[in-house]
Nanobody, 116 residues
Framework: QVQLVESGGGLVQPGGSLRLSCAAS????????MGWYRQAPGKERELVAR???????RYADSVKGRFTVSRDNVKNMVYLQMNSLKPEDTAVYYC??????????WGQGTQVTVSS
């Protein structure tokens, strides 16, 4: 089992920045793929960014150049640095861990609201 706890969400003005953190515990290993997803009201959950065990990353087109995903395998932490935030980035952001055999684990989510 893997437990994930997100933090760092909040209210920010358009153009501002936030850094989300995800603390992982349990049977988490450095080769697990970690990701950030988001779900806006009335919309399906969508992938924001992933970071693979080797450190390579993948981003949704809508956040490329603005968001950066990173991980600290010693501390079992995953981060999402979000810059130049837009109102359309408003959503609940979820941390995700995926094992190589396909099992997935989710955090409880953290709300990000971008509004003036």
């Amino acid at each position: 089992q893997v437990q994930l706890v997100e933090s760092g969400g909040g209210l920010v003005q358009p153009g501002g920045s936030l850094r989300l953190s995800c603390a992982a515990s349990g049977s988490i290993i450095s080769s697990d793929t970690m990701g950030w997803y988001r779900q806006a009201p009335g919309k399906e959950r969508e992938l924001v960014a992933r970071i693979f065990g080797g450190g390579s990353t993948r981003y949704a087109d809508s956040v490329k150049g603005r968001f950066t995903v990173s991980r600290d395998n010693v501390k079992n932490m995953v981060y999402l640095q979000m810059n130049s935030l837009k109102p359309e980035d408003t959503a609940v952001y979820y941390c995700n861990a995926e094992k190589y055999w396909g099992s997935q684990y989710w955090g409880q989510g953290t709300q990000v609201t971008v509004s003036s």
